[in-house]
Each structure stands twice: as C-alpha cells, then as structure tokens.
C-alpha cells in the first residue's frame, strides 16, 4: 500500500472540499482561542486539544476494522468468482494506516498519545506548574464528555459491527477525512503559534529530551510530526473514500453520504472551538 504524496479524490474535487470545511470559519476559531489569553487559558486550552485527539487512534482503528468486515459492501463486480469479489480490506487499508502512525507503528516508533502527554507535561514545566496546579488547569478537559465532543465522536466512528449498511460506512470515511483535514490545518496554525507568540517555550520543547520506553526523542515531537503526518492521513482518507465508492453500488450517493459525514465533523470542529474560547 503506498499513499500517494500528490494525491486528488476521483470524486470529490479540492474545490467541495475546501468550501465545506472552511464553511463555518473553524480555523479561524481555533486560531482565536489561542489568542491574547494567559498562560493559564493557554496550557488548559492545550489541555483541552491534546484531550481532543486522544480518541481519534481507537475510534479510527475500530473504523478500519468496521469497514474490514463489511466484505458484502464493497465489492469488485468484474471479479467473476463470488469468494473473491470483496474489496473491503483494500479500502480499510487506508483507514487503518493513519492508526498503524497513532500507535507507533509508522516512521516515528512512539504512540502520539505517549508524545502527546511529553508534549503537555513540558510545557507545564517550562512554566513552573505543580502537578496541583495542572490538576486545576486541565479540569476543564478532563470533564465528562470534555466539549461536548467525545459522544458525537464516538457515535460517528463505533457503530455497531455487524454488517453496517453502506450509508453509515460511507458517513463515517467522510467525518474521518474531516478529521484529518482539520488537524493538519490546526497543527501547522499552532506551530505558527508557537513560533510567533511563544518561542522561547518552543525552544525549551525542542531542546528537552524525554525518554520513550529505551530512546529518547524531543518533547516538541507531538507538535512537530503532526504538521506534516496529518497531510499524509488526509490523502490516505481520500484513497479509502475513492475505493469505497468505486466498490458500492451508487458513485453519486455514495458521495452525498461522504460529504454529509464531512460536514458533520466540521460542524463538531466549530462547536469545539467555540468551547474553547467560551467553556
Ligand atoms: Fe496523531
Ligand atoms: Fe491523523
């Protein structure tokens, strides 16, 4: 499996998705709150974001695995012996390579949630923060259903197994497109964050090593891996989206449930951010 490093949907131009992901101004949002705020909004609302992404490996994982066995939905008609038809391997594939890179698996050996907690942890140090003090930052994102968010994650992502029908497949290959849309846009606006209102905390990050298991590696590998691996998730999303609607039976409305599950992430994104900048 190779994800291409140019890659464009055969279905779905830039152009579609571009104005439905930017319909709700949600990077502008997240970009405001980051903005003008103290050292106590900000190391909570990076609570807040890192919290955010912690789900996103599992409930990806578990769409790989949904789409893997639905093996009577995505199918290869030209394939003339039936036992052969299914095609639901290669469309999870893509999937399931964005969490083969969050559990450690891909060029970076360490899990990102592992990264994640180095990441905020330094950042605490940088400003002195007693572990209470933390505790109290970081209540916010701690809370149950932190956002609004976790629920609605979850609810597009862990369907139930059994035989979904093609719509709900199709929805979800569309929220997680979204999703990875989305966090390469936030990662690389953060870094700029960091780099333009915060350099000397970057640079204590890049310079502070911390041990993963026997190796060591830059507290500030979480944000700096993520500017880029983001990218190759969301093109690995499209070519499991162009595959799923290559293999199920209608192209056109197979689309339409794609970007109804994208727009219902961007609509989520939105809603995060607004949280953040009013809890
Ligand atoms: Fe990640
Ligand atoms: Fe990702």
Redesign the pocket.
């Known amino acids: 499996m190779h994800i291409d490093d140019t890659y464009k949907s055969k279905y779905i131009s830039p152009e579609e998705i571009d104005a439905l992901a930017h319909s709700l101004q949600g990077l502008e949002l997240f970009k405001s709150a980051f903005a003008n705020i103290t050292t106590y909004q900000f190391v909570g609302r990076i609570g807040c974001y890192v919290e955010f992404n912690s789900i ?1 490996p599992s409930v ?1 994982a578990s769409l790989a695995a949904k789409i893997g066995c639905s093996r009577a939905v995505f199918v290869n008609p030209s394939e003339t012996v039936l036992s052969l038809q299914d095609e639901s391997y290669e469309v999870a594939a893509y999937v399931f390579a ?1 969490a083969v ?2 559990f450690g698996g891909g060029k970076y050996k360490y899990t ?1 949630r592992n990264l994640a907690k180095a990441f905020l942890s330094s950042v605490a140090a940088f400003y002195q923060m007693s572990s209470n003090y933390l505790n109290e930052c970081l209540k916010y994102s701690r809370s149950v259903d932190m956002l609004g968010c976790r629920g609605r994650i979850e609810r597009a992502y862990l369907a139930p197994y059994q035989d979904l029908p093609v719509p709900e497949l199709l929805v979800a290959l569309g929220f997680h497109a979204a ?2 849309y989305f ?2 846009l936030e990662f690389n606006a953060l870094r700029t964050i960091f780099e333009m209102h915060y350099p000397e905390l970057l640079e204590f990050l890049r310079k502070r090593l911390v041990s993963f298991g026997s190796s060591k590696a830059p507290a500030s590998q979480w944000l700096d891996i ?1 500017t880029s ?2 990218s ?3 093109r690995a999303a499209l070519m499991a989206i162009d595959l799923a609607l290559l293999y199920s039976d209608n192209t056109i409305l197979g689309k339409r449930f794609v970007l109804q599950g994208f727009s219902e992430f961007v609509r989520l994104q939105s809603q995060l951010c607004q949280n953040l900048i009013t809890p």
């Open positions: 996103f990806v964005a890179d969050e990102h999703s990875e966090a390469d993520h691996v983001e190759d998730h969301y």
